[in-house]
């Protein structure tokens, strides 16, 4: 197999590797004239006329931009990170001074995004660097508990760093992991949505006579729902739970809007549960409703991520 790799007229170099599932692999290396995107056409072909099969095309980036940080790693929206703090780590954190991870991302002007960070063991801060190497926004307890939770729009496009650190000096390691995701989910579902930023969060709700009325109880008479959208990423483990002083009702829609999840009592008392693990990343949207048509009143949405860390 033969890859060739071209941005204006300059091919890539390339060699052949074993890999350990796909044989005989070929790896090639093209460097970008910039730092900045642009169109780059990767073409793949076999060695022989009439070789015909399966093919794998990995892209990897061969070094980062590290503009505010010595060993950057760059990331994309719609990814979850699992790493560790030092106390080993750079130690000129933006945030509070203290040892830091430090992520790149490219963002076009207009570009939103959630940062949500959280440890089982230790506060977290987060940070957004602009390609100056300026703090523009940052949070340490904005999210549940102790998470750090950031929703950013980029003003301008360029190369941002996220940085991540604990809130005081460790004396040893601290796992953690950040979840990116897009701002606004907008799976399409229902147009007035609202939306859980992480996986693990708190809503607290609504159901009244404004609010749309539910699809999927239709036979039982007039219910009322109001619809959470959640980024779930792949083998993400969930529990959603709705309390409230009626009984309530939850459904589960995957990103086609198609019903995964439903149910009624499996929470305390009459309280709705749904122990979900997702099959695919995408925005998943979480209806709540009641049991019984034409009931009214506030509760409270509880998710929690149960394989975060």
Known sequence: MSTSGRTDGNEAEESTAAHPRLGSTTVGTHALPTKWAEIVTFAVSADAP???????????????????????????VSEMIHDQLDSGDAS????????????????????????TAGSPTHDLAVAILNDGCSVVASNSDGGAGDTAYLPYTAPATGVYTIAVSAEVALSGTADYHMQLSPDPLDSGCWADQ?????????????????????????TFGTHYHDDIEIYLFAGQHVQIDMVASWDPYLYLLDDNCT????????????NALIDFTASTSGVYTIIGTTFSSGVTGSYTLTTTALNEF
């Open 92 to 115: 000129n954190s933006p945030q509070t001074g203290l040892s830091w991870d430090d992520y790149e991302i490219y963002l076009e002007a207009g570009d939103s995004i959630y940062v």
């Open 259 to 270: 019903q995964v999840a439903n149910d009624d009592d499996s929470g305390a008392g009459l």
């Open 194 to 218: 609202d939306e859980l930023p992480a996986a693990s969060g708190v809503f607290a709700g609504d159901i009244n006579s404004s609010n749309d009325q539910s699809a999927f109880r239709t």
């Open 50 to 76: 009439g070789v015909l099969g399966r093919t794998l095309l990995d892209i990897t980036p061969m070094g980062e931009w590290d503009q505010c940080g010595a060993d950057a790693r760059g990331v994309t």
